[in-house]
């Protein structure tokens, strides 16, 4: 069973993250609050480690200060070398956990492989998303439905979805206890593709 204290625990330097990037984007708090519709007060307690974030609030800071939720919490990743996740660990709550469910990083630290388990999330299909690299959703438990260049498909326990680079794509799940894996090449890293050979005739 998870606690706060376990997302503490995996990310006990996120509000520094937060905080140096903001410095670094030369943005006060003020602006930051702008740009995320989040309150002064709130950043200002995330940045000295006094309250957590949902994910929504995080991908909020994120969009400000020109990066991703998962770049962030990999900066602030506790043990950044360590190749075994627990099942208690690092679950990240949505804004709200009855329609918006919980996610939880899969590896640590700044991987070549981002890899997220989402549990629920019934209402997260408001947000759009463009990676530049591949992306796949697979449903572990569930359904869900993906919309992706607005055509619509339903996904079931055991299908996947692969999503090309650069295309624009939302989707959210069926009920509040679908378990829904998305695997993809971190951003900011390159996928090598070996030179196209003709074959031999």
């Not at 569930?142 to 498909?153: C, D, P, Q, R, S």
Request: hydrophobic content about 35%; some cysteine.
């Amino acid at each position: 069973m998870r606690n706060d204290s376990d997302d503490r625990a995996r990310w006990p330097g996120l509000g520094a993250v937060v905080h140096d990037r903001r410095r670094a984007a030369r943005l006060t708090l003020a602006t930051l609050a702008a740009k995320t519709e989040l309150s002064q007060s709130f950043l200002s307690q995330l940045e000295n480690g006094r309250t957590n974030t949902s994910l929504r609030s995080l991908q909020r800071i994120a969009d400000a200060l020109d990066t991703t939720a998962t770049e962030l919490l990999a900066a602030a990743d506790s043990t950044p070398g360590a190749v075994v996740v627990r099942a208690d660990e690092g679950r990240l709550d949505q804004a709200d956990p009855n329609t918006d469910g919980s996610v939880r990083s899969l590896v640590h630290g700044s991987r070549d492989l981002r890899a997220l388990e989402f549990i629920g999330g019934t209402e997260r299909g408001e947000r759009e998303f463009t990676h530049p690299n591949d992306e796949l959703i697979y449903v572990v438990t569930g359904t869900i439905t993906v919309v992706a260049n607005g055509e619509e498909v339903t996904l079931s326990t055991g299908d996947s979805y692969y999503c090309p680079s650069g295309v624009r794509h939302r989707w959210w799940a069926h009920a509040d206890d679908t378990t829904t894996l998305v695997l993809a090449v971190a951003d900011g890293r390159t996928v090598r593709r070996a030179p196209h050979r003709p074959r031999r005739t």
